[in-house]
């Protein structure tokens, strides 16, 4: 099976740079995801990891290591709008396990 | 518009009546699947279908069903609704698994359900 840890909650300061970390113990590891669900919506993928590295689009980027079963989202120039749950999912063949989802909450 | 829509939005039943939860999406995507969503606990799987009558268990199938005998819709099923099924409940879809980045999951909007 998967475990996939990631912190409950975050805040930060709009404008500001926030990294939201997952770490995920797995076999037949084949990738990760990043989604995003604002409060009372549904999840919207941001972005996926398979190869270690950062991948970056626009002011979100995310980076995998899979020797360390780790990953994090970083959040640039935090705006308001960016005040959402953030859910990693880790990929091992057929199944997608989701964390709890790390809540950030963006302050002026 | 290219969407997976599910319906009620809210619903508030009483324990053993029973109830279905419609999802429908029309894009034409291969893999389906009901997820419920619990405070601290992040979504859990509860059944999926890889295709038209293709349907299987996720990790918390219990007191549910589901059926898959059109492509488009994946109903999700409760019998006899009890209390602890009370939670917020997402229907699913991708063009195949959704474990690689060429098919992320796309969600409908959230089922409701409370269950007195």
């Known amino acids: 099976g998967q475990n996939i840890d990631q912190p409950t909650e975050m805040t930060a300061t709009e404008g500001a740079i926030v990294q939201i970390n997952c770490t995920y113990q797995?076999?037949?590891?084949?990738?990760l995801f990043w989604y995003q669900q604002h409060a009372g919506e549904a999840p919207t993928f941001l972005s996926y990891n398979v190869l270690d590295g950062l991948e970056e689009k626009g002011r979100f980027s995310s980076f995998l290591s899979r020797s360390k079963g780790y990953s994090y989202l970083l959040l640039k120039e935090l705006q308001m709008k960016d005040s959402a749950s953030y859910l990693c999912a880790g990929a091992a063949g057929n199944k997608l396990t989701f964390g709890g989802g790390t809540r950030v909450l963006v302050k002026p | 518009e290219a969407q997976v829509t599910q319906n009620p939005r809210y619903l508030i039943t009483v324990t053993g009546k029973k109830l279905t939860v419609t999802c429908s999406q029309n894009?034409?995507?291969?893999?389906m699947s009901w997820y419920r969503q619990d405070p601290g606990l992040g979504l859990r799987q509860i059944y999926y279908?890889?295709?038209?009558?293709?349907?299987d268990k996720g990790d918390v199938p219990e007191g549910y069903k589901v059926s898959r005998k059109e492509k488009r819709n994946f109903p999700l099923i409760l019998e006899s609704p009890s209390p602890n099924q009370t939670s917020l409940y997402f229907c699913?879809?991708?063009?195949?698994?959704?474990?690689?980045?060429?098919?992320?999951?796309?969600f409908g909007n959230g089922t409701r359900l409370t269950v007195t």
């Open positions: 894009m034409n995507h291969e893999y």
């Open positions: 279908s890889m295709n038209v009558e293709a349907t």
């Open positions: 699913a879809s991708s063009l195949v698994v959704p474990t690689g980045g060429h098919s992320p999951l796309h």
């Open positions: 797995t076999s037949g590891f084949n990738g």
